[in-house]
DNA sequence: CGAGCGGTTGATCCTCCTCAACAAATGTGG
DNA sequence: CCACATTTGTTGAGGAGGATCAACCGCTCG
């Protein structure tokens, strides 16, 4: 593969081009989404930003009126403590909405930041209002997908409570590349991840040199590698075992919501 | 006070007699529900259960058509590892829908069990989705009522991931104090929890004996005690600050969804 | 009365953390 | 382009928080 350049050189499709491409794929491994919903999607959505990595692209206890969609890069959504630690709540690939909750909730309880260059596409409130007042099934898709975000958080919840650090570490990277591979942002058994270390300790509740340490021995096992910002899985069973992996809670089967 | 002597002598004031008093109470100090609103939700819900301690409610993996209302005892979402381990995903109180995401995910990836004798009301989904179609108010007040538990999970992650053992118990005890007290059943500044400190560890990410020397330093540091199932809090102030607790993920401000 | 469960305490072990040093990669200004 | 700073990754040594194993107590219930 050709050496990526740019800060957003992570896609090479022509699906560059529609911002709502992965949030389509998405939702339609879950449910028929009509075209007339499609369109609906695409009425709603305003603006497209651009931000660096490292970014608060939403801030703890601040009320906001849009919610944004990830179109493109890596976003989490994390807390600090008061001693300078920091867990990471969930970590977001394209086609996610970052903050759909904050429709509700009107503002959140934990902060929202860029890990990597991102594009985002903003929905006002308003608009998601409205489909809840007039698309009921496209309402329940989109409650559906925050219903899915705390699926997710349940996982890590068992991960950090449970797991040894060698398990976590393989979950993690067992459910970027599921959910990676239904927005098509996989290359075989591989993925770009262009993220640190100390990224993934604080996914996994470990410290820094743990993760480094619990990297070199899934290396050592022929189970997969983390380099160059690239994730490469060499043996997805094991993996999987090792991390004690099941997709069922991804909920990927097409039924009607 | 008076020794309560059957299963489910946990209740003593007239609001036994309504299923729906602790939802209620928890919705309204959320938002406005309106008479009609509650009326609606009175004709959605069906059969009142009684069930014995540990018998498991919700089983993973399983097709459910309704949804259960929490009206009395204690109830935990839980995943158990190939090992034997088990962590609790959350912890239910009278008032709490135990699996109102299964409306829309169909099946859930946990199993839902009773820690203590419990009554339950059934709700069919097929009402709910009527509630989605006709009432989008009372809708969004579902949906926020699923995004509270996935606020909820958050913060058991940040505990199970980032927080000293200590540190974790005694925020698990703050946060079971806000939510009971918003449903009425505190009693100042303690409450009845009857299970055990085996479930305590299950939920907090620790073993039952790491959890008893936890318990004997919260008593001997004069903050709470956990004993003949009732928590008592002596220093309020000083165990918050001991479990870095604030309710502000718990959205206990009234304002509309 | 014995069985079983829940709670309590001690001794020992081990996973993971902390601290520290250094190497490699990346970025910056001249 | 190089010199330099900063970030990220790597490895080692030592330490600590919590797990494990085990014994025992008290209570409840059949």
């Not at 849009?66 to 690939?93: A, I, N, P, W």
């Not at 958080?153 to 570490?169: D, K, P, Q, T, Y």
């Not at 743990?210 to 899985?233: A, W």
Request: some cysteine; glycine content about 6%; proline content about 4%.
């Amino acid at each position: 593969m050709a050496k990526l350049t740019g800060p957003l050189a992570n896609k090479d499709t022509v699906s560059g081009s529609d911002p709502l491409h992965e949030l389509l794929l998405k939702l339609r491994a879950r449910d028929v989404l009509s075209e007339e919903e499609e369109q609906i999607l695409r009425d709603s959505i305003g603006e497209i930003k651009e931000l660096p990595r490292a970014k608060v692209i939403v801030k703890a206890g601040v009320t906001v009126s849009e919610c944004t969609l990830l179109v493109e890069g890596f976003v989490c959504r994390y807390k600090d403590l008061s001693d300078g630690q920091r867990q990471l709540m969930e970590l977001h690939v394209p086609g996610d909405f970052l903050d759909l909750h904050s429709f509700l909730l009107k503002q959140l309880e934990h902060n929202v930041g860029s890990m990597t260059p991102v594009r985002l596409v903003m929905t006002p409130h308003d608009k998601i209002r409205d489909i809840t007042e007039k698309h009921p099934h496209l309402a329940r898709m989109l409650w559906f997908s925050t219903l899915l975000d705390a699926a997710i958080h349940r996982e890590r919840i068992l991960s950090v409570g449970r797991r040894s650090a060698l398990s976590r570490i393989s979950h993690l990277f067992c459910e970027l590349y599921v959910r990676l591979n239904v927005v098509g942002l996989t290359d075989g058994f591989s993925y770009r991840l262009p993220i640190t270390q100390a990224d993934i300790a604080d996914a996994s509740g470990l410290t820094a040199v743990h993760v480094n340490r619990m990297l070199k021995q899934l290396r050592e096992m022929g189970l997969m590698s983390f380099r160059n910002n690239e994730v490469v899985i060499q043996d997805w069973n094991q993996l999987q075992r090792t991390g004690e992996f099941s997709d069922h809670y991804l909920y990927l089967e097409r039924r009607p919501r």
